[in-house]
């Protein structure tokens, strides 16, 4: 079975400074591998995935994130914070194999704080 | 543009009283779902459809029912709802059930059952 965890539930930085959100997954097959962010009182929106090919992704709003199967992780990372970047940040794999039903996994979901 | 939307946005109900919050997407999508918000749980599957006719359970059905008559619609119905239901919903779609395909969320559906 696939599972996602969302290491720490708060992460709070000074504007400027290094965004590190962590994801860690287990899966038995290749993931597809997801990035969304909401926004107060919005929908998810999508940051950026991984599924083939280069394994550090690019996303909107300068974000990143880099596939490391070796050590199941999907960290997203920003250089310099911004305040607009204050949100709800959530990982998630998707199902892959026979079983593919199209089904998001999603973490538990990261709140960014992001202080002046 | 491009979206999915959701009706109604809040909704407060009480235990018993039938329910139904819509969906529909303008992206003449195949792949619909539903998904619960809970603190501390992320996101759960409710329901989903492969296409019009074709639906199937998620990890957290019940209690809840869909139906798939039109492509670009996806409701979700509450026929008897109960405070462990008091939740936030969000509807989305993508093109196919691929696991790669991008799904698009919807705003989102807060309800509050008493």
């Known amino acids: 079975a696939q599972s996602v965890t969302q290491l720490g539930s708060h992460v709070s930085v000074s504007e400027g400074a290094l965004v590190l959100l962590r994801c860690n997954y287990s899966?038995?097959?290749?993931?597809?591998l997801f990035w969304y962010v909401q926004y107060p009182n919005q929908g998810l929106q999508l940051l950026l995935k991984y599924t083939t090919g280069a394994t550090l992704v690019k996303g909107i709003n300068g974000f990143e994130a880099e596939f490391k199967k070796s050590e199941t992780s999907f960290h997203l990372t920003k250089p310099s914070a911004h305040m607009s970047d204050a949100a709800e940040y959530f990982c998630?794999?998707?199902?892959?194999?026979?079983?593919?039903?199209?089904?998001?996994?999603f973490g538990q979901g990261t709140t960014l704080q992001v202080k002046p | 543009e491009a979206q999915v939307t959701q009706n109604p946005r809040y909704l407060i109900t009480v235990t018993g009283k039938k329910l139904t919050v819509t969906c529909s997407q303008n992206m003449n999508h195949e792949y619909m779902s539903w998904y619960r918000q809970d603190p501390g749980l992320g996101l759960r599957q409710i329901y989903y459809s492969m296409n019009v006719e074709v639906t199937d359970k998620g990890d957290v059905p019940e209690g809840y029912k869909v139906s798939r008559k039109e492509k670009r619609n996806f409701p979700l119905i509450l026929e008897s709802p109960s405070p462990n239901q008091t939740s936030l919903y969000f509807c989305?779609?993508?093109?196919?059930?691929?696991?790669?395909?991008?799904?698009?969320f919807g705003p989102g559906t807060r309800l509050l059952v008493l």
């Open positions: 899966s038995s097959v290749p993931p597809y």
């Open positions: 989305a779609s993508s093109l196919s059930q691929v696991g790669g395909g991008t799904q698009y």
């Open positions: 998630a794999v998707s199902r892959l194999g026979s079983s593919n039903t199209g089904k998001l996994i």
